[in-house]
């Protein structure tokens, strides 16, 4: 969405920001600026944990078996208009976690561009699931090699906060906080890709 101000950019952001994790988690989301250029951070806080904690959530059975951890780096940028300049925000970076009740990491989405890895690029690890052995040909050894997929960069393309909060919804069946979650998450993610279009 591009608006008048950083301000507003940063509050229509955030807005939908909260709205999304608040299909699923009763948490807040505060970013740390409005400075245009800037690299800056919103880190979601559930109710009653600390900054950065995963928010708690409840299954359709009523359980609390997992958990959602999001980190989300953007930056403000000025979009020269006809008249006058307006500004957007745009994601620089995300780090998505499904975890089991526990804490244990089930599913990790990131993003980070500018990060230290040599995986630039969006993708996936899956860090719950276990070796996989795999035969082999070459009549050497055993036959067997063992591939670890929680160790793999699993390339997915980029994933918003509205796929992994649906995926937590649909698959994951975690209990929507709202009858129209659906409704929440389609607008979200409509806003979402026309940032990311430009």
């Known amino acids: 969405m591009v608006v008048a101000t950083p301000e507003r950019a940063f509050d229509a952001f955030i807005t939908r920001f909260r709205s ?3 299909c699923v988690a009763e948490a807040g989301a505060f970013g740390d600026g409005r400075e245009v250029g ?3 951070s919103v880190v979601l ?3 009653g944990f600390e900054a950065g904690d995963p928010a ?3 299954s359709r059975s009523g359980q609390r078996d997992l958990q959602l951890r999001v980190a989300f780096q953007y930056t403000i940028v ?7 300049e307006r500004y957007r925000v745009t994601p620089l970076a995300y780090w998505y976690g499904i975890l089991d009740g526990e804490g244990r990491e089930i599913l990790l989405f990131h993003w980070h ?3 230290v890895s040599n995986v630039l690029t969006p993708h996936l690890h899956i860090p719950g699931a ?3 052995a795999l035969g082999t040909r070459s009549g050497k050894g055993n036959g067997k090699r063992s591939v670890h997929l929680g160790r793999m960069h699993v390339p997915t393309g980029y994933v918003s906060l509205e796929d992994v909060v649906e995926l937590l919804i649909v698959e994951f069946e975690v209990q929507p906080r709202h009858p129209d979650w659906l409704a929440v998450i389609t607008a979200n ?3 979402s890709e026309s940032i990311r279009a430009r």
């Open 189 to 191: 993610r409509a806003a």
């Open 113 to 115: 561009p500018a990060g």
């Open 45 to 47: 806080t559930p109710r």
């Open 78 to 84: 000025a979009v020269p208009g006809d008249r006058e």
């Open 20 to 22: 999304t994790v608040g």
């Open 56 to 58: 708690p959530l409840r």
């Open 130 to 132: 276990a070796s996989v």
């Open 38 to 40: 800037g690299v800056q």
